[in-house]
């Protein structure tokens, strides 16, 4: 295959995307029609709303809306649409109780309410502190544990409250926003053990089914480590179902941090899962948060996320993109940092501008890999790419056909949509009809009897189109497209 050809098929899907993204119909595609094109576009794959989808381990971040850096009202018609089926979100002390003694679970109630009703489930973070008590902690991030008497016993009232109102749309609680950025006194881990426990003997009291998070870890291994340690010194291990970490790296494939934390679980000796709680990648330059100083773009965000939530899916781990819309900051002298990690552009007052291409290629990942996906643990092949190349297997449990994605991965994601034509030999390949489904794209695309031979021992296909975003080989019955 030329690069020219799979390039001009590309073009014109991204004419389409766009036109989704505006909520147009999309184009005609000229270009794969009348430019000689050897991979004609089949169609757009059909997204699949939350409701839609039994189960997948797809979580979208919701955050900060108990701050008010954004407006659920506003993004709440993106959110079953998108296919996610968990969202995370900040319960909010300070904004639950803003009078001592007094609830107003008003603004909670209707977002957790509305997204159950969309088939997405919440999880809630217990946290921040709250500054009507004397050593009532901070309100934000790093602000500090509520440490006085006074405080720590409101703290246990507030949560006993949020978890006996919404036990029963909500199962799972992760307890304080990473721990390991605050400063609060000579024994930082220590003190977050303590909050920790007493806080998960009352989620575990009134809800004895419901699973605890831990940490939700900014990405410090130490602390981690002696978080552990402290937990299994006093023998309460059994009090976390897992932990959720937080990491921004350059390269949306290093996954070491979730490496490293597994093999500190496995020393402690206890069975207790690690999930990705917050990850996502800007669509343009940003001078702070994760990932700053960098000239994104939307092309580029799109790619870090696919890579980014595949790379954890490899692995088995649950993973939350931040997050579902930009965030608008509040820093010192009222100054507002917008944080443009959301799959929804905002405009000034926080209202939705429109989606980005990120947007459509999260439709299309919650899409296809739910649970009736697979992963196949041994996956084996051999390739002419000159760059690392990522293969991950797949097969549907209904036994309806496999599906690998490919890309390279040896690089963070560039804005090229430049491809490389690299020979792929599956070993454990089986494909009656495969069909190639570029996921930044939301496109599926032919794939000539020529391109593509199988065998009672291997599958191989001949000039296939890599680039730095991934691509899936999947059977064509396994996968709803729009070809209208």
């Avoid at 794969?32 to 576009?41: D, E, F, T, Y």
């Avoid at 381990?57 to 993106?78: C, H, M, Q």
């Avoid at 890999?369 to 390739?383: G, M």
Wanted: aromatic share 10%.
């Amino acid at each position: 295959m030329k690069r020219r050809d799979f390039l001009a098929i590309s073009l014109a899907a991204s004419a389409g995307a766009a036109a989704l993204a505006r909520g147009e119909a999309p184009p005609s595609d000229p270009a794969a029609k009348n430019a000689g094109v050897r991979l004609p576009a089949l169609g757009r794959v059909k997204p699949r709303a939350s409701k839609e989808i039994t189960a997948s381990p797809w979580s979208i971040g919701g955050e900060t809306l108990d701050r008010d850096f954004a407006v659920y009202d506003d993004y709440k018609s993106f959110l079953g649409p998108l296919g996610a089926k968990a969202i995370r979100l900040q319960a909010g002390w300070a904004k639950c109780e803003s009078t001592k003694g007094v609830y107003s679970w008003d603004w909670l109630d209707a977002i957790v309410n509305d997204a159950v009703a969309q088939g997405v489930r919440p999880w809630l973070q217990l946290s921040y502190g709250n500054t009507l008590y004397p050593g009532g902690g901070g309100t934000g991030l790093g602000g500090g544990f509520p440490t006085s008497a006074e405080a720590l016993a409101a703290w246990d009232r507030w949560v006993a409250a949020c978890v006996s109102r919404y036990q029963d749309r909500v199962h799972e609680w992760e307890v304080w926003n990473e721990p390991d950025l605050n400063n609060n006194g000579a024994s930082p881990v220590s003190a977050y053990v303590d909050l920790y426990l007493r806080t998960a003997a009352i989620v575990r009291k009134i809800q004895p089914q419901g699973k605890l998070f831990a940490l939700a870890l900014a990405g410090k291994l130490d602390y981690a480590e002696r978080f552990l340690s402290e937990m299994s010194e006093r023998k309460r291990l059994d009090l976390m179902d897992a932990i959720t970490v937080h990491t921004y790296p350059r390269n949306p494939d290093d996954t070491e941090i979730i490496d490293a934390l597994r093999t500190m679980i496995a020393k402690v000796g206890a069975k207790i899962e690690v999930r990705q709680g917050e990850t996502g990648a800007p669509s343009q330059f940003q001078s702070r948060f994760a990932l700053s100083r960098i000239a994104w773009t939307e092309n580029m965000q799109a790619k870090w996320n696919l890579r980014r939530m595949l790379a954890h899916h490899a692995k088995n781990v649950p993973a939350n993109l931040f997050s579902l819309s930009d965030m608008h900051y509040r820093g010192e002298n009222g100054r507002i940092d917008k944080n443009h990690k959301g799959l929804l552009e905002t405009n000034a007052d926080k209202s939705i501008a429109r989606p980005k291409l990120a947007y459509s290629a999260m439709q299309t990942l919650f899409a296809i890999f739910d649970d009736s996906l697979e992963r196949l643990d041994s996956y084996p092949f051999t390739t002419t790419a000159p760059r690392e190349l990522a293969v991950h297997g797949y097969r549907w449990k209904n036994g309806g056909g496999q599906l690998a994605a490919v890309w390279f991965h040896d690089a963070p994601p560039d804005d090229s949509t430049e491809t490389t034509a690299v020979d792929l030999t599956l070993s454990a390949g089986q494909f009656e009809e495969p069909v190639l489904i570029d996921m930044r794209l939301s496109t599926a695309y032919a794939l000539p009897k020529e391109s593509w031979k199988r065998d009672q021992r291997q599958f191989l296909l001949k000039n296939l189109p890599v680039y730095d975003s991934p691509i899936l080989i999947a059977e064509r019955r396994c996968v709803p497209i729009d070809t209208a």
